[in-house]
């Protein structure tokens, strides 16, 4: 298909400052692309990516919020229009509209060299997308030099279509059956505008005109997949739906990768007018959510009924289509002509780890990693549940982690049957670690015999050490209630395990973790005699069953009083890595 391409012409090439209207700049994909060709130099895409580049791209992965387009010469100039008045300008646009008669928007669009109308999010848009083109055909006869119009669509406009083989479902739709396409009922909207688009722009000296059939947007803040990520961060769900079978294949691209090939259709003005812009995934419903369960949540999928979907308050009619569509698509004539710097070519789950980057910052969720010690009956397990409660972070408690990791190791060495509709694949792969789950145990039952049930510091820190390593702390953050009450717990549970990324602290060699280790340490303390009289104080239902019973508290209390007179105590090791200790009495 490279024959069909047409490089613009070199008068046009020399041409450096090109201004580009994008209608709803405050939408999340037209955000993302016009954040993106703002940082991107006219004519860039004609040149071969060096090695160089591709790595300074992979560093700048996640574009930041500032404007960037002051920092190159030669980007293009960003112009469109706000959904609403009170919206803020975005800093890499140089001008917005909004609310403006159609006479004085012409005037605007007029002003541009590249029209692009996305009506991905917003289908009422396309009847001003039809009105854009067709005023601007009209006026094309007067255009001093060409002007370009993109249409960026979506694949639900051959939701419908019939396959090409009928004995072969897994043969892609290319570019070139755009003819055969049969859209879903409820985009018949997108699909008379991408008719009317393509019907005009036939003068490609003048005004050339484009359709984008992009696969579902995901990246940066998260788009329609947002309402997983979001599902599955706020962690109030065992599972994360999966609506009906989950094995339809949705036809996918990064937002930014999306931008890519409007950059190359701006710089190159290819012949073929009707693109299809998609990744090389061939990622079905299950995929995408179990990959987000896996990365960001509980863990798991359930399958529930299609109708469900409507429950998610934050999935519309369209996004619910876009997630329930079949459809195997090939961006072929992108694939072959032209020069994408990619995010995501192999689609979202090979770059999971990269997309929750971006998720994360995008929407400025940021872990918060909270240690409180103290004396027993101080407050700190009332004080962590408040903060844990009101931050949304996971409450950890050395009881608690060692009664989970023992009944997650005896459900790995019991047998079960598999319930109807969710995941299966954790069973298959737990197979393997039977023995090793069975060992541990028996070590496990082996120490507490010997200790009076108390289990070896080797078991508590193991747990912990996974505990803190687990995707739910790791995204949302948590509070360690109690832990460590040592000087050697503290070493052992934060020590760095891969020597190659061991720190200098205070001039020798100290390695510690600094995806588990806590942001903020809080030290409670009271007298022995305040402690003492609270604990007589407490309702008989609370002191049932815990350390606060007379002789055990007073034991407990000892003991920590006791580890606290030594040299090296927890807070000292804090102390050491700079972390400095909040005292509160």
Not at 199 to 213: D, I, L, Q
Not at 441 to 449: A, R, V
């Amino acid at each position: 298909m490279a024959e069909e391409e047409e490089s613009a012409a070199p008068a046009e090439k020399a041409i450096r400052i090109q201004r580009v209207f994008i209608n709803l700049l405050d939408s999340y994909s037209s955000r993302n692309i016009g954040k993106f060709l703002s940082n991107c130099v006219v004519g860039a895409s004609l040149e071969e990516i060096t090695e160089e580049e591709e790595e300074d791209d992979e560093n700048k992965s996640a574009m930041p919020e500032a404007s960037m387009a002051k920092l190159k010469e030669g980007t293009f100039q960003i112009v469109g229009t706000l959904s609403k008045l009170d919206v803020p300008r975005p800093e890499f646009a140089v001008e917005t509209y909004c609310g403006m008669s159609q006479e004085d928007l012409l005037l605007r669009l007029l002003e541009c060299d590249v029209i692009i109308y996305n009506i991905t999010e917003s289908p009422q848009q396309a009847e001003e997308a039809i009105w854009a083109v067709s005023v601007l055909n009209e006026e094309s006869s007067h255009f001093e030099k060409r002007k370009v119009f993109i249409l960026v669509s979506t694949v639900m406009t051959w939701a419908r279509s019939k396959p090409l083989d009928p004995d072969d479902s897994e043969v892609p739709f290319t570019e070139e059956d755009y003819r055969r396409r049969k859209q879903h009922p409820n985009f018949l909207d997108h699909i008379n505008a991408e008719k009317m688009v393509l019907k005009f722009g036939k003068n490609v000296r003048k005004f050339a005109t484009y359709v984008v059939a992009a696969g579902l947007q995901y990246g940066m803040e998260g788009g329609i997949l947002h309402a997983f990520f979001k599902l599955a961060w706020l962690g109030e769900v065992p599972a994360l739906p999966v609506f009906g079978d989950g094995t339809n294949v949705i036809p996918a691209i990064h937002v930014l990768d999306l931008a890519g090939v409007i950059q190359n259709i701006i710089d190159h003005v290819p012949k073929l007018r009707y693109l299809v812009a998609v990744d090389e995934s061939v990622h079905t419903l299950e995929d995408f959510v179990k990959c987000i369960s896996r990365s960001t949540g509980p863990g798991k999928i359930q399958k529930v009924p299609k109708e469900n979907a409507f429950l998610t308050k934050d999935l519309t009619q369209e996004n619910i289509d876009h997630l329930l569509v079949n459809l195997r698509m090939e961006a072929l004539f992108v694939k072959e002509n032209f020069n994408i710097r990619w995010f995501a070519q192999a689609g979202f789950v090979e770059n999971i780890n990269s997309i929750l980057k971006e998720y994360k910052q995008s929407r400025r969720l940021l872990p918060i990693k909270i240690c409180i010690l103290g004396p027993p009956a101080v407050g700190k397990s009332s004080i962590a549940e408040v903060l844990a409660k009101y931050y949304k972070l996971h409450h950890i408690k050395m009881k608690d982690v060692i009664s989970e990791a023992i009944a997650k190791l005896e459900a790995i060495i019991t047998p079960k049957d598999v319930t109807e509709g969710e995941e299966e694949g954790e069973e298959e792969e737990e197979e393997d670690n039977v023995e090793e789950a069975q060992e541990l145990l028996e070590g496990i039952k082996e120490s507490m015999d010997q200790n009076a049930g108390r289990l070896e510091d080797q078991y508590i820190i193991r747990f912990m050490k996974e505990k803190l390593k687990s995707m739910p702390c790791r995204n949302q953050g948590y509070i360690l209630d109690g832990f460590p009450k040592t000087y050697d717990q503290a070493k052992d549970l934060f020590s760095q395990e891969d020597e190659e990324e061991e720190e200098e602290v205070r001039g020798k060699m100290f390695p510690y973790d600094k995806l588990i280790i806590p942001e903020f340490v809080c030290s409670l303390d009271a007298s022995d005699e305040f402690l003492k009289e609270r604990v007589m104080n407490l309702p008989e239902s609370i002191v049932t069953g815990t350390h606060y019973s007379q002789d055990r508290f007073l034991r407990a209390l000892s003991n920590y009083r006791d580890v606290n007179t030594e040299d090296e105590t927890v807070l000292n090791y804090f102390d050491e890595l700079e972390i400095h200790p909040i005292h509160i009495e």
